[in-house]
């Protein structure tokens, strides 16, 4: 285990730690840049005699230059505090407690209470984490996040950029660092390592030494997590348009196996780089395409073929995909074939709805067909009959574009105007159903009428 004189200085936390104050004239986050809704919750918490603080992703992003995705806010008041000061508010979460604040257009801005570095105070590698809001200081606050780059705060009263842990250095130098003993951190919690590999492949940066050592040595406790974090971490790499360098730290860094052991054998075998290759190829392609979604409208790709193609190298050499002969009882044994090594190798692992392993399933057992039509042949119209031909289309154009062989896969299909989330009506905490109806102010279907309404009998 390293023991490197910075992470022993950072695990002793906060105390005696004097933050690096960067002013305005040094660095180019500008207020205009920050979302009219963030600042309107920042100058509320000011006038009613708070600190509220822009911190993590999007002082990160704003200071490279980006866009930031959320406008999350912390603050010294208290979540009971901030639900009198937000009347358009409401609370979420179990151990630490967050507001949502409401905004026109169902926009929503995160506020959260400065939180203490309570697992950095606890010296077993035994003892857990109390279940209860551990209200803190801002040093303390940053001590307590995951990397240095996510641990900056940006103050609108002076300009300036709080930087306790050396996040801005990390910054301009390209690195992804752990706050702290990364040993430490991601036995606390494993999930970590993902969200180091995911910043490193987003961002170009390196991973320092001290943190890849820790990732090689923990890899294997991704799966005491609980399978639908690990899968939802995962999706958020394959949909985040750098899923090809994602893939390649995590091979480099060896949790690719880890995460996906169907692989193992294919990867140990003379075939891997090809493998490796097909895999990077298919990805490049993905974050091609979801590279040209913008604000009001987005490519959305299905999950199920998300997965088909993360799984497809492996599922050509394990089925023979591309030479297979499917004619008659052929497709329905190749089918409970691979329907057979979804369940065992991720239908548990990553918690895949069955009508989604259904979904994937008909994507791959079809790719042999398509290949072979391909290859000379008409579409016969029984197959442009059949429900799923659109999606093995789109799939079998994606692999074609993947091996260099056809045009650029068309994003028409993939596009999909901005759908406008359902409103969240936020009602008292104590407000009573209607003594009325006595089915929370929803008319029952009866009428006085003879036939009722809709045919139903009035109750008389």
């Known amino acids: 285990m390293n023991t490197d004189s910075s992470i022993v200085d950072l695990d002793r936390g906060y105390q005696g730690r004097e933050p690096l104050i960067i002013p305005e004239s040094e660095h180019s986050i500008r207020e205009s840049q920050l979302d009219i809704e963030a600042l309107k919750v920042l100058y ?40 009198k000061l937000f009347r358009n508010s409401r609370t979420i979460g179990r151990r630490f407690r967050l507001v949502q604040v409401f905004f026109r ?18 010296n077993g590698p035994q003892q857990v984490l109390a279940h209860n809001n551990t209200f803190g200081t801002l040093a303390e606050d940053a001590f307590r996040r995951d990397l240095t780059i ?21 910054l301009n130098t390209g690195v992804v660092r752990m706050v702290g003993d990364p040993h430490r951190r991601f036995t606390r919690d494993p999930v970590r390592i993902m969200r180091a590999i995911r910043h490193a492949a987003r961002k170009g940066f390196a991973i320092d030494f001290p943190t890849r050592d820790a990732i090689g040595v923990h890899a294997d406790k991704l799966l005491l997590c609980p399978v639908s974090r690990v899968r939802d971490e995962i999706l958020k790499d394959l949909q985040s348009g750098a899923s090809q360098p994602w893939a390649q730290l995590c091979i480099e860094n060896n949790i690719w196996e880890t995460l996906f052991p169907l692989y193992k054998t294919c ?27 913008n604000e009001k409208r987005q490519v959305v790709i299905p999950e199920y073929m998300l997965f088909a193609a993360l799984l497809l190298p492996w599922a050509i050499r394990r089925f023979n995909l591309l030479e297979v002969q499917i004619r008659g009882k052929g497709y329905h044994l190749l089918n409970r074939k691979i329907r057979a090594d979804l ?17 994937l399933a008909i994507l791959l057992v079809n790719l042999p067909t398509f290949h072979q039509l391909e290859n000379g042949g008409n579409i016969p119209k029984w197959l442009k009959r059949k429900s799923y031909y659109h999606d093995c289309t789109r799939f079998y154009a994606i692999y074609r574009e993947s091996l260099g062989m056809g045009e650029e896969v068309e994003p028409q299909s993939f596009f999909r105007e901005q759908e406008q989330p359902e409103a969240v009506v936020i009602k008292p905490e104590n407000e009573e159903r209607s003594k009325k109806t006595g089915r929370g102010g929803v008319n029952p279907a009866f009428s006085s009428k003879k036939q ?3 045919g139903l009998r009035n109750r008389g």
């Open 44 to 83: 509320r918490l000011r006038d009613a005699g708070f600190k509220g603080y822009l911190v993590g992703g999007g002082v990160r992003d704003l200071y490279l230059g980006k866009t930031p995705k959320d406008f999350d806010i912390s603050t010294d008041a208290r979540p009971g505090q901030l639900r």
């Open 105 to 122: 257009g169902n926009k929503i801005i995160e506020v959260s209470t400065l939180r203490s570095q309570s697992e950095h105070d606890l």
């Open 150 to 170: 996510n641990a900056l705060f940006y103050e609108i009263e002076t300009n300036t950029i709080i930087d306790y842990i050396g996040g801005v250095d990390d």
């Open 267 to 293: 990867l140990n075998s003379q075939d891997r780089q090809d493998i490796v290759n097909e895999l990077y190829s298919l990805l490049k392609v993905l974050d091609r395409l979801h590279g040209l979604g």
């Open 343 to 359: 369940d065992a190798y991720i239908g548990e692992q990553f918690n895949v709805k069955r009508m989604a392993k259904d979904a």
């Open 452 to 454: 009722g309404v809709f």
